[in-house]
Structure formats: C-alpha cells, structure tokens
C-alpha cells in the first residue's frame, strides 16, 4: 500500500478526484476475492459521512485540475463494504433479489441495496473496465473501482495481456531471488500466495473511475486517515519545495 500510494502521488496529474481506502477494508476486499476464485464478485461500498478526508492529504495527492463534486460521497473516506454477488462476468452487474428487498435493511440502512461506490473483481484479467463495465457505471452514484487478479493454474480463464488501458499494480517489497537463466525461468511470475482455492497469485491490480470515463486515483489510508507512507511522504515534499 506504501508503494502504491507512491505511485498515485507521482501519476496525481492523471487524475481529477480521489478516494480514501482504509487498508483494513482493502484487505477484506482481497480475502473475499481469493475465496471466491475462479469467479468475479459485486461489493458494494458505503462511506463514512463523518470522517472528511484530511485537507493535507488531498492537497497532497491532487493534481492541476481538479473536480470538486464530480461523484456523491467525494471527499470522504469509505467505511465499510458488503459482497453483493458472485458468478461470470455477465452476471455478476446484476443484483440478486435479496439485496432489493429488506432481508438486510438492518445492517445495510434505509438505502438497502444503492451503495455510494461499488467494486467487482476481473480474475485473470487486467484491472480495466469493460463494456458491460462502463455500462454498469452508468447507474453508479460514486465510483466503480475493479481488482484484478492474476493467478495460476489459469484453466478457461488465460491472462489477456493486449488490452488497452492504464493499469495500477500493487508492488511486492521484497527482493525477488535471482533467477536462472533458462526461457522457463524468465517466464515464471513471482507468487505473492496462495488463495484458498489453491490458485497461486502472481499480481493484483486496482482502480478507480467514474461513469463519465475519468480515472480516479485511490489513496490508502490508515483508521486515521492518513496515508500509509506518510511520513516518508512529507520528506519527499518538503524536499520538493525546498
């Protein structure tokens, strides 16, 4: 998350808004997703309407232009998520009947099923949207953000590598050990774990981005708000002005 964070401070220029993602409900987001594996899954998230984004921390990670009041719920940080769905990627937009009655209007509130942001997952396929997802982002009030995972054995689903557009990949800190020098060896992928499932995961990628086509730079926050990496992040910008 510290170097992902790196990464939407220097690409901040690309970007008209942003989103605060505490790392504790990113963490959940990628459990549910590894459980789930082979198949996509529909999480609707919510924001917490008390807790603002820190005024330093966007001023930090915004770019040249900016866009105030772009989506509902801009400018706070997101609170909680819930699975909504599971299955194949033309069904997995679509919300089954137990989210658009009131079995869960307790936990969820008076809005039942309309979540501020929603997520959904692209096993084995790159972290950019789709027709069916730029489709499904039309009746998005936030954002729609997509985690893409990479992960072997890949079966029906191979990795689709020549698709077009801007990915966000979270980067390993650990040193990788040499490699032999054989065409097998340069081919293997690093293995980050292993989901439930037994699939081994080779890459995660995330973003953001809103139903009228712009990109959204997501920020990780800790339960205070302020960024992981923040400190060394000060530095950098303090030596910046200087």
Known sequence: MRSYNHDSYEQRSGYMAQVHLP????????????????????????????????????????????????FQGQGYVISEAHIVNRGDSYSVHHLPEDWTDDMFSTERGSRAGRFTH????????????????????QETSGIDMILGLRFSPEGPL?????????????????????????FFARHRLPVLGKAPSGHSIHELQLIGFHKSGHGINIVFVDEDGWPYGWDS???????NQA
């Open 233 to 239: 992040n000060m530095k950098c910008l303090k030596s």
């Open 23 to 70: 790392g504790s409900v990113f963490q959940s987001l990628v459990w549910w997703a590894l459980q789930s594996l082979p198949d996509e899954i529909l999480v609707g998230i919510d924001i917490n309407p008390n807790m603002p984004h820190q005024p330093e921390v966007d001023d930090y990670f915004s770019g040249e232009e900016v866009h105030g009041n772009l």
């Open 158 to 182: 191979p990795w689709f590598d020549d698709v077009e557009g801007t990915r966000r990949s979270m980067k390993a800190t650990t040193k990788e050990a040499p490699r032999k020098r054989s």
């Open 118 to 137: 929603w997520l959904h997952t692209h096993p084995n396929a790159p972290a950019i949207p789709s027709g069916p997802d730029a489709d499904a982002a």
